[in-house]
């Protein structure tokens, strides 16, 4: 349903066969220190949506979720809890990762920092709001 578009070397992978969700990597050098958040760059870029594969009444969305053995085992995790890539999104795709942890966070390019899982969402009724057919940007783009 989605055409993605990643930089070479970055693509995302499911580690199993009964992965649900594909790992996502750092195109990056950085570090994070404790108590802080980080914008990690993944290379990976939504190129479109086959909008004939969705169903009516539904929006496909990317989610970003937080990797468990970088949770348990060094304190990191996602800032903003799950992360919702909406179809229009124009830019790459970053994971904010925030370190709980007591010591600077370095990540590497190619280290897998989060998974990436496709959804359909059921649109809700009556919450049509003041819809645009323009995005410009992420992390807060339509508003506070």
């Given at each position: 349903m989605f055409r993605l578009r990643f930089r070479?070397?970055?693509?995302?992978?499911?580690m199993t066969a009964a992965s649900a969700g594909a790992d996502?990597?750092?195109t990056?050098?950085?570090?994070i220190p404790p108590g802080t958040v980080g914008r990690v760059p993944t290379g990976v870029f939504i190129e479109g949506v086959e909008w004939e594969k969705v169903p009516e009444g539904f929006i496909p969305e990317l989610q970003i979720r937080a990797r468990s053995g970088l949770a348990f085992k060094k304190q990191i995790t996602l800032a903003n809890g799950v992360g919702?890539?909406?179809?229009d999104f124009?830019?790459?795709?970053c994971v904010l990762l925030i370190n709980l942890g007591k010591e600077d966070f370095v990540i590497e390019p190619g280290d897998r920092v989060a998974?990436?899982?496709a959804?359909?969402?059921p649109r809700l009724p009556d919450c049509?709001?003041?819809l645009s057919n323009t995005r410009h940007g992420g992390f807060g783009s339509t508003g506070i």
């Open positions: 070479a070397g970055f693509e995302p992978a499911y996502l990597k750092s990056s050098n950085l570090v919702t890539i909406d179809a124009p830019d790459e795709i998974q990436l899982v959804n359909l969402v049509t709001g003041a």
